[in-house]
């Protein structure tokens, strides 16, 4: 349904003795809900035992109000997925629970390790057992394994051995934890409210549950909430290279990161992209909804008038009931529907963030122009994606992305466009406002920070067929 790469997942924790933090949680992880709708989960501790309630689908349909009266406690993480490794089904979803010397343990994780099969190699051998194909799995061994006697000391013994990207929040009988990997590549921020604090993916969760935003977890940085307030230490030298997809599409455009307010980013790769690509035409229409902040961007920049072209259906979700051949074949059409008075005989300028295989775009210029537009150009705010991802989204392999094989004059045949332009790396970077340097930008570039295995380059079901095997 997207040419845009696929969500990664969403993290949140809660430490607020007295307070409903199951519900709390449940608001947090509604926030983050365009971070991954495959399953949801929260656990909840009062310092003695945890539960864990999770299940497949949205939060809404996870969770009711029953679920309120057995999540009791002080503490509580929770999380909602996109599979980054691992099928889709109950087993895979998260937080998820293991015993270790010091106690219960639930773990959520956003993020995608790339030694995974190493790590579950060498804890096999050791005698570990593994119930699902996660890497969050793989995570939640390591600290069981661990002999150290707090579980701080255990993080920071366990994480330096993962490689990846990993933003993880952890619950103990000690409290609230809350890591992320020395490259920052996945966002993780804290909270506070009154006596309550907050680790979360985004800022955005924080303003729902009405948390004022303190700081960004630093890359390489384990923070510890308990009784006593919020605890931080090191366990690895930060080297930052934050994926710059959370500005481009993934994070929501009211998310603050690095001191800079998402929605603003994205407007200004649309004025960016009205200097770098003028056309004359009659009104820019954006691919809702990510496309909106740089069209309206291009609008203002160019002085073409915005307006609504594509009316998007946003009760469509994910959903467990499969379509016919001849209701696919609809395809685009079940989520997007082309105003036909605002753009026939039009000349459009069509914004969209990214475009990763291009079918989804080829049609979306198709129903346009079958609408009656006259002219149809497109115009992306992001450089083309010629290189898959492998720390936590989900970008396709690299036969499948269209500008790993085609050049722009070919995609823009291959869209049936008038005219087609990507953003430049350069405007990119001076809309985010911050050098390249701190960035991962390797689906652009294929400048991998972290060396990747063939092995994850392979399927993100390797897990799955090597025990098949």
């Not at 929260?42 to 679920?67: C, H, P, R, W, Y």
């Not at 920052?184 to 993916?201: E, M, Q, T, V, Y």
């Not at 307006?307 to 499969?322: A, S």
Request: glycine share 8%; with cysteine; net charge negative.
């Amino acid at each position: 349904m997207s040419d845009s790469p696929e969500e990664a997942c969403g993290v949140f924790g809660v430490y607020a003795p007295g307070e409903e933090v199951a519900r709390v949680t449940y608001f947090g992880l509604y926030a983050l809900q365009h971070r991954g709708q495959e399953s949801a989960g929260i656990a909840v501790t009062s310092g003695d035992g945890i539960l864990v309630v999770k299940d497949m689908g949205l939060v809404s349909q996870v969770f009711d109000e029953a679920s309120f009266v057995t999540l009791q406690g002080d503490c509580a993480i929770g999380h909602v997925r996109y599979s980054t490794t691992g099928s889709t089904h109950w087993e895979n979803a998260q937080p998820v629970y293991e015993i270790t010397p010091r106690g219960p343990l639930a773990v959520a994780h956003n993020g995608n390790l790339v030694n995974t099969d190493e790590l579950r190699e060498d804890l096999t051998a050791r005698g570990a057992t593994f119930a699902s194909s996660t890497d969050t799995e793989v995570i939640a061994v390591l600290l069981n394994r661990s002999s150290a006697p707090t579980t701080a000391d255990a993080i920071a013994e366990a994480f330096p051995k993962m490689k990846g990207a990993y933003s993880v929040v952890l619950l103990t009988e000690e409290g609230l934890f809350g890591a992320r990997d020395p490259h920052g590549i996945r966002p993780l921020c804290i909270g506070r409210k009154d006596n309550a604090w907050f680790i979360a993916s985004e800022t955005a969760a924080l303003d729902v549950v009405g948390a004022r935003f303190v700081r960004e977890v630093e890359p390489g940085e384990l923070v510890h909430v308990d009784s006593e307030g919020l605890h931080a230490r090191r366990f690895a030298e930060p080297d930052p290279a934050l994926c710059i997809f959370e500005y481009i599409y993934f994070a929501r455009p009211d998310s603050l990161i690095n001191g800079r307010v998402l929605y603003d980013a994205r407007k200004e790769m649309g004025k960016h992209l009205a200097e770098e690509a003028p056309v004359e035409a009659d009104i820019v229409v954006p691919v809702p909804d990510s496309g909106v902040p740089a069209a309206i961007g291009f609008a203002e920049r160019s002085g073409i008038p915005f307006g609504e072209g594509l009316i998007k259906n946003r009760y469509i979700g994910r959903t467990f009931i499969q379509p016919t051949q001849s209701i696919r074949q609809l395809g685009v059409r079940l989520k997007l529907n082309p105003l036909t008075a605002a753009i026939e005989g039009k000349r459009l300028v069509v914004v969209d963030d990214s475009i990763v295989r291009g079918t989804t775009s080829r049609k979306i210029v198709e129903i346009l122009k079958e609408a009656g537009a006259a002219e149809v150009h497109m115009r992306v705010s992001s450089p083309p994606i010629k290189c898959p991802c492998f720390y936590g989204i989900d970008t396709a392999v690299r036969s499948e992305l269209i500008a790993s094989r085609l050049s722009v004059p070919e995609i823009q045949e291959f869209l049936g466009a008038d005219s087609l332009h990507y953003l430049t790396m350069e405007n990119l970077l001076e809309s985010c406002m911050a050098p390249k340097d701190i960035f991962c930008t390797a689906c652009f570039d294929g400048a991998y920070r972290i060396a990747v295995p063939d092995d994850v380059k392979m399927s993100k079901f390797r897990l799955e067929e090597k025990s098949r095997a």
